[in-house]
């Protein structure tokens, strides 16, 4: 998918993939795809994954914030581990999921993340980073969608 103010050059060129992940069974879906995308074009794939700040001054909570970044980083270097094979490297910030997202394609040529493909309902329910995503980048953006993670009928 691509967003319709996002320009194509006229041979795009598949140097870096960016790919979230959040921890969960789901958002590793997406990285199957990246890596084979990787491997045909010769791309390197940044693994990526945000952690919500919170407000400025509360030591508590900025304590929290900083244990959730050590996490990120630990899971991330996990995955990493798993494919040795991959030129992988990984990235921590601590931003919301869409701006963070979208900041750290700037550099990337495709973006590469899975979504619930939930509808109706529970879309409206829980919100689609993935579709929120899509509005804002400039990038082309492939969503991996896995309808056996979010069924409609769970609610």
Same mark, same amino acid.
């Given at each position: 998918?691509v967003n319709?103010?996002?320009?194509v050059?006229p041979?795009?060129k598949?140097e870096?993939?960016?790919v979230?992940?959040?921890?969960?069974?789901?958002a590793?879906?997406?990285?199957?795809?990246? !890596?084979?995308?990787?491997r045909?074009?010769?791309? =390197?794939? *940044? @693994?990526?994954?945000? +952690?919500?700040?919170?407000?400025?001054?509360?030591?508590?909570?900025?304590?929290?914030?900083?244990f959730?970044?050590?996490?990120?980083?630990?899971? !991330?270097?996990?995955?990493?581990?798993?494919?040795? =094979?991959? *030129? @992988?490297?990984?990235? +921590?910030?601590?931003a919301g999921?869409?701006?963070?997202i979208?900041?750290?394609?700037?550099?990337?040529d495709?973006?590469?993340?899975s979504?619930?493909?939930r509808?109706?309902?529970?879309?409206?329910?829980?919100?689609?980073?993935?579709e929120? +995503?899509?509005?804002?980048i400039?990038?082309?953006?492939?969503?991996?969608?896995?309808?056996?993670?979010?069924?409609?009928?769970?609610?």
């Amino acid at each position: 998918m691509v967003n319709a103010s996002t320009k194509v050059p006229p041979h795009p060129k598949v140097e870096r993939i960016l790919v979230p992940l959040d921890g969960s069974q789901l958002a590793e879906i997406g990285l199957e795809h990246a !890596l084979e995308i990787a491997r045909a074009v010769g791309a =390197e794939i *940044r @693994l990526y994954q945000g +952690v919500p700040h919170t407000p400025i001054g509360n030591p508590t909570l900025d304590a929290a914030v900083d244990f959730e970044v050590v996490n990120a980083q630990e899971y !991330l270097d996990k995955v990493k581990s798993r494919y040795p =094979e991959a *030129r @992988l490297s990984t990235k +921590v910030k601590v931003a919301g999921p869409t701006l963070g997202i979208v900041e750290e394609s700037e550099d990337c040529d495709l973006v590469v993340m899975s979504s619930h493909g939930r509808s109706g309902f529970r879309r409206w329910l829980l919100g689609s980073i993935a579709e929120n +995503v899509l509005q804002a980048i400039h990038k082309p953006l492939l969503i991996v969608y896995n309808h056996e993670h979010g069924r409609d009928d769970e609610l």
